[in-house]
């Protein structure tokens, strides 16, 4: 169960491919490199997981480039159930977020993966060194693809209400496990939520799901996305056919912008 669980956490901060204001992408920078995310990973009242997302400025062939890199464990008593301990590496070019490497590390219960992808943009191949497996492939991708973590920065530099209406629907486009997928995911408005820094008013997606064995299905998964500069994934919610798990930042710091918070009926940017 804790596998499926993280994996999903995973595979929710990630990007949308709809048609996208392009003269707020150029106006706003919403993330710089020293930002740091922390999250809380509950399932039920228990404390279950923990996940971080750090930006850096890193040089890679001769190019300056952002690095994103993600972590992520079980904690607790899940830990001594299911250990997991994953780390992901997405080196992107930060003016119009295109990915360039990626890198997967994970250990999951005895199951282990170990990827390293090279993003040919230009003709619309990826590179795939299985080094569990010491095999090399070429894998044809789709235009504007978007590896499992440069997604999420790709949201938060491009979304914009402008484009899209409450009740609408998009697709996401990514290259996740050597396979090009897409998700369908409907945009739900906004949402003031509480949070433990004061409440937030946020941008709510919910991506389509259909029941299995693990969801409940449509509307089991929900992300918030803070409605402001930044546009950080603050809380991601799924409900489980038993239980429910639910993210939220813990930390953060090192952010583009001021994040605005209403405390005692006040609105201030911190």
């Known amino acids: 169960m804790m596998k499926v669980i993280f994996l999903y956490l995973q595979i929710l901060l990630f990007s949308v491919n709809i048609v996208f204001s392009q003269s707020s992408a150029k106006n706003i920078d919403p993330f710089k490199a020293g930002e740091i995310l922390e999250y809380r990973v509950h399932y039920g009242i228990f404390n279950a997981s923990f996940a971080s997302l750090k930006l850096s400025s890193e040089e890679l062939d001769g190019k300056t480039l952002l690095l994103a890199s993600g972590y992520g464990k079980t ?31 994970i250990y999951e219960g005895g199951y282990t993966k170990n990827l390293e992808v090279n993003f040919d943009l230009q003709s619309n191949k990826a590179i795939v060194n299985n080094i569990k497996k010491g095999t090399v492939e070429t894998i044809s991708t789709e235009k504007n693809i978007q590896d499992l973590i440069s997604s999420l920065y790709y949201l938060r530099k491009n979304f914009s209400e402008d484009n899209i209406d409450i009740g609408d629907f998009f697709t996401i486009n990514m290259f996740y496990d050597s396979k090009n997928r897409e998700l369908l995911l409907k945009y739900e408005g906004k949402e003031i939520i509480n949070t433990k820094f004061g409440k937030i008013e946020c941008i709510k997606l919910m991506p389509v799901t259909n029941r299995s064995r693990i969801f409940k299905g449509e509307g089991s998964i929900t992300i918030w996305l803070t409605n402001d500069k930044n546009r950080i994934p603050i809380r991601v919610q799924a409900d489980l056919l038993v239980g429910s798990i639910k993210a939220d930042v813990e930390k953060f710091s090192g952010i583009a912008n001021p994040i605005e918070i209403q405390i005692n009926n006040w609105w201030i940017r911190k």
């Open 75 to 105: 904690i607790g008593l899940a830990r001594l159930f299911f250990k997991v301990e994953d780390y992901y590496s997405s080196y992107f070019d930060s003016n119009n977020v295109t990915p360039v490497f990626f890198k997967r590390n």
